[in-house]
């Protein structure tokens, strides 16, 4: 008799995760790894994709490493080739710019447009829609299906301050997401599965500026009201999102697709009174 537990294993499976090489993509990298899945970690920076690859074999799990550039079709369909058949698409890839975010020096009406393109292209189409095409082809094409876990992000749920583009964006894959789920379902293979995970407020490279003071490392007025409206009162690990990856790409989520989870310490739940 199985477990319960043995339905979140990824053993014999093949995952690929964009943006591997930054701090919440290998996050989930070592997740899938430790779950039993062949990881792919790639990144337009080869050198960060290798790094996190390299930590992975260290620890004595199975991964590999390959430059990726979300917005260019062939970079993927490569990766796609070198890695052969993949059973699990993390799309992390993303982040917003200093350029395509308001400020005291930068006010909404001077905000550069190619930068707020830049902002929405990255995150929309490079960071769901175009791995989605090339990958999610071969997931459809696969008797067993597969998946495909999108990120999005709070200002989603609600647009945040400063942050137009941003928000914009995750917004769009919040939905693209649900969209993508139905129509992969109906029209080509109903054994791929579609999800995102809505992470709260995690400390990384994107945002760090927003929400700590550079010189003293405390956090900014903007961070201090994000952990006033966070009811477990801080900012999220990037461990914190391991389980619920491995949860979602696995068998113990075979009946779940086109939701959208946050991970959030509870921010989305509270209304401020």
């Given amino acids: 008799m199985h477990s319960v537990l043995d339905h979140f294993r990824l053993d014999e499976k093949t995952a690929l995760v964009t943006g591997g090489g930054g701090v919440l993509g290998a996050v989930f990298a070592r997740a899938l790894a430790q779950a039993g899945a062949v990881v792919w970690v790639t990144d337009i ?9 390299d930590e992975l074999v260290h620890d004595n799990l199975v991964a590999h490493s390959t430059r990726v550039d979300v917005m260019q079709r062939c970079s993927l369909e490569a990766a796609l080739e070198l890695a052969g058949a993949v059973d699990i698409l993390v799309n992390s890839a993303g982040g917003n710019m200093k350029e395509a975010t308001t400020s005291p ?5 001077d905000l550069p447009l ?3 393109e830049r902002v929405v292209g990255l995150n929309l189409f490079g960071g769901a829609l175009l791995p989605a095409q090339v990958l999610g082809r071969a997931l459809a094409a696969s008797p067993a299906g597969g998946v495909i876990l999108n990120v999005s992000s709070m200002s989603a749920f609600r647009p945040l301050t400063r942050i137009p583009g941003y928000s914009a964006a ?5 939905n693209f997401t649900q969209w993508l789920a139905v129509h992969m379902a109906q029209e080509y293979n109903p ?3 579609v999800n995102a995970l809505a992470p709260g407020f995690f400390l990384t490279e994107q945002n ?3 929400l700590t003071d550079e010189t003293s490392g405390k956090p900014t007025a903007r961070g201090e009201r994000i952990l006033a409206h966070t009811p477990l009162g801080r900012f999220g690990d990037p461990a914190d999102l391991a389980a619920t990856t491995v949860w979602l790409c696995s068998d113990a989520a075979a009946f779940v697709t086109g939701i959208v989870v946050p991970v959030d310490g509870g921010f989305s739940a509270y209304s401020g009174v």
């Fill in 170 to 174: 995750k917004a769009a894959v919040s």
């Fill in 105 to 109: 020096e930068l006010s909404f009406f």
């Fill in 45 to 53: 920076a080869e050198d960060r994709a290798a790094a996190v690859a």
């Fill in 191 to 193: 054994r791929v599965r």
């Fill in 114 to 116: 190619d930068a707020v």
């Fill in 208 to 210: 760090r500026f927003l």
